[in-house]
């Protein structure tokens, strides 16, 4: 009788259907032998061999077996050059190991139909977008958005990246089926910041990026009413807790909670940078749990299992979030702050951190979550950065005797019609420089190219290279005037330059993206230096540079006493944002009766 599960006598689809009873898809032994016995029993013009091939490179893939599985793969491509699948995994095996243009070279080599072009293209366009090669990966996108224009995913990311050069302007007109209301409902959160000042289109453009990114889950796990604590048990969620501007803003607040009323969780999903600032964050919790390397839903469960009362999330919708860990619902009070300035429609979410001025009455009810509002100012400080040694205009590349009006914000953020503001301004500020972040080759390039277009030597823009954050904030004392950017106000970077001393000049607009550095300058006195329209912001700034009294009386608002007693005061801060905390915490009815019995 003939052995019916000899690989040598079986069709393709039949092993197929002995590896799915044996358990396909987990790397299993037993299912790599079949593939492999399958595959040396046939004769080379076998038409399955490359599925075979590919198959058995999943599987060595799954068992560990790098090297073997590349192989695999790679045979699956001689048997069939146009079999996308093979180059993807191949590609991607690649890129873990180090070898980019392997992966790049790997993935160009096997554009063939449609779909593979496209799925080819776009691992192209991640790849060479996280290499830094930001040209070739704007580029590589557009043309697979030019073969289908229905990918909302690849109009975000290079949407992003024009943002990032400065290629402008960014919602291109001429894609054909991509209008540029459509490029901007399909921006994405943060590239939306810097494109409108729109709150309910800012909610859209979240509601629509969830819908597609963050799947719901079958169940919540933490109780509606909450937990019996004496103490609040609050824990914090980020892939930030590293050298990262929002760890640079919070962590005195982490050190100054109130133990007796608050236990504090840090559930840490950052890569280890080694940073002191990390060493400080993780340092300031009570009990720091490391959720890098578990699924949402294990992280989700850790944090239910240590019955967190409030949840506070810390990313928002930027690079590295887990947002699917609060589809879970791990905590009965869940909150978002500081990472992400504006709307995170996620139903789970109960609140946004944020104060009554950045988030004003008039727009509260556009934004979901509900606007929870700290009292004063929402933005946490630090009083205990590091400063670094004095420098002088000549070590930061400057000249000693110009009027130097700066941003250090990214390029991103940096739209057409405020360079536009901003060359107005140096054209009627004889003299004046534009000292600016250097953040990327192709903007730098963009920015020269506007400034020559605009009747301004683009030698009057200089560039500042990214230093170490003490050094950073030392040179911030060479500059004469902070230019904020619009929609997309500074934050970090404005409350860094205030507590320097730096003057700033802000615009204001409807969003909190938008009114983050006004708050900041309300908060010290300096209202003057809020503008509402484009041509107040340069007539401003150009008063401020040519009116020696103007500026001085405008400077004096910038100093070390006006800093240290509101944007500074990290002690009176933590008690308020404490009491917004308190005035949310959900309890069982009767934990809440005894309490008010007491």
Wanted: charged share 20%; net charge negative.
């Amino acid at each position: 009788m003939p052995d019916q599960t000899r690989p040598a006598s079986s069709s393709f689809l039949q092993v197929v259907a002995q590896a799915e009873a044996i358990g396909a898809g987990q790397g299993n032994p037993g299912v790599i032998a079949l593939y492999t016995q399958w595959i040396a029993a046939q004769h080379h013009h076998e038409p399955n061999l490359f599925a075979a091939w590919f198959n058995l490179g999943t599987e060595l893939n799954q068992a560990g077996a790098t090297a073997e599985a590349m192989g695999a793969y790679r045979h699956a491509l001689r048997h069939r050059p146009d079999f996308h699948g093979a180059a993807v995994n191949l590609g991607l095996m690649l890129e873990r190991q180090g070898q980019t243009e392997a992966a790049l070279q790997t993935w160009s080599q096997a554009l063939q139909s449609n779909d593979a072009r496209i799925a080819l293209l776009n691992q192209r366009g991640r790849l060479l977008e996280q290499i830094g090669r930001l040209a070739e990966a704007a580029d590589s996108l557009r043309e697979s958005l030019l073969t289908n224009a229905a990918q909302p995913d690849a109009v975000q990311h290079w949407l992003h990246l024009r943002q990032r050069m400065c290629q402008w302007p960014v919602l291109a007109d001429g894609m054909p089926g991509l209008p540029p209301a459509t490029l901007l409902a399909q921006s994405g959160p943060l590239a939306a910041l810097a494109l409108t000042d729109d709150v309910a289109m800012q909610t859209a453009i979240a509601t629509a990026w969830i819908a597609r990114k963050v799947p719901p889950v079958p169940t919540r796990l933490a109780p509606e009413n909450g937990y019996r604590h004496d103490r609040i048990r609050v824990g914090y969620l980020s892939s930030d807790f590293c050298s990262h501007a929002m760890s640079y803003l919070i962590a005195e607040l982490f050190e100054r909670h109130d133990r007796s009323r608050f236990e504090i969780y840090g559930y840490c999903s950052s890569p280890e940078d080694g940073s002191d600032i990390r060493q400080r964050v993780l340092g300031a919790f009570d009990h720091v749990r490391r959720i890098r390397d578990l699924t949402d839903e294990q992280g989700a469960w850790q944090i239910c299992a240590d019955e967190i009362d409030i949840l506070i999330d810390l990313n928002g919708l930027t690079s590295g979030a887990r947002i699917g860990i609060l589809r879970w619902r791990p905590a009965p009070v869940q909150a978002t702050y500081l990472g992400f300035i504006g709307p995170v429609p996620l139903p789970e979410l109960d609140y946004m951190l944020c104060d009554d001025f950045v988030v004003p009455a008039e727009t509260a009810a556009q934004y979901q979550p509900a606007p929870l509002a700290i009292g004063g100012l929402y933005q946490a400080n630090d009083s205990r950065r590091e400063i670094g040694a004095a420098m002088t205009r000549a070590e930061a590349g400057l000249p000693d005797n110009a009027y130097v009006f700066c941003c250090f914000s990214n390029h991103y953020k940096i739209t057409s019609e405020m360079f536009t503001a901003w060359l107005a301004i140096l054209r009627q500020v004889e003299g004046s420089v534009l000292w600016l972040a250097e953040d990327n080759e192709w903007s730098r390039q963009a920015l020269r190219v506007r400034a020559l277009g605009c009747g301004v030597d683009p030698e009057r823009l200089v560039f500042a290279p990214r230093v170490a954050p003490p050094v950073y904030m030392a040179r911030m004392t060479l500059a004469d005037l902070f230019l904020d950017t619009f929609p997309y106000n500074a934050g970090t970077v404005a409350s860094d330059a205030i507590r320097m001393g730096l003057p700033m000049l802000t615009m204001a607009g409807r969003s909190f993206a938008s009114r983050m550095a006004a708050r900041l300058l309300q908060a010290i006195g300096a209202d003057s230096g809020i503008a509402t329209t484009h041509d107040e912001f340069v007539a401003k700034a150009v008063i401020l540079a040519t009116d020696p009294a103007t500026y001085a009386a405008y400077k004096a608002c910038f100093t070390a006493d006006a800093w240290a007693a509101s944007i500074g005061d990290t002690e009176g801060f933590t008690r308020r944002f404490e009491a917004a905390l308190e005035a949310v915490r959900r309890q069982p009815i009767a934990a809440v009766e005894a309490a008010a019995s007491i």
